[in-house]
């Protein structure tokens, strides 16, 4: 079993400042507040099983420009749909699923499914986040020699 509580703050990192979008000064640290509850259990054949809940509650949010469309652009500033997102807090919670088998013989897999959510609170309301994504499945197979010298793997995400 696994459990962990935490608080933190994220300063604004240099690279993150909009100045693209007009933004001449950093805006307050955004705190969280986050809660994970996990079992992880060894089953037959070198798989192992693991299901883990967590909680995210972010306050002190900062506002941020974005593109409301949703395409990713190299340079989505130069898009029409531009617009500044004043969010004041957020909050991110699901359940992850996972079967993986590593170290027995000369393949490794997994195989994950979440059950989440992510949302913003803007104008005193909650609203899906930018990569809010209600369910996501994700797999991968490797194939390596014995000495893990080299390792050719092959997977899938459920983010489109």
Known sequence: MRAAWGRYSQSQSLFSLQAEDGVSSFGQAE???????????????????????????????RAKYMNLGGDLWLFPELLWDR??????????????????????????????????????????????????????????WSLHPANQSWRLSVGHSGWP
């Not at 507040?33 to 002190?60: D, F, N």
Request: hydrophobic share 35%; net charge negative.
């Open 31 to 61: 705190r969280a507040e986050q809660r994970t509850l996990g079992v992880e259990q060894s089953l037959p054949k070198g798989v192992i099983a693991r299901v883990e809940v967590y909680e995210r509650r972010l306050t002190h949010a």
């Open 83 to 140: 617009t500044l997102v004043e969010r004041t807090a957020g909050q991110d919670r699901g359940v992850e699923l996972q079967l993986a088998r590593s170290g027995g013989g000369l393949t490794d897999w997994s195989v994950s499914y979440a059950l989440a959510s992510s949302t913003d609170e803007i104008d005193g309301r909650a609203v899906p986040g930018n990569f809010d994504q209600r369910h996501a499945v994700h797999a991968d």
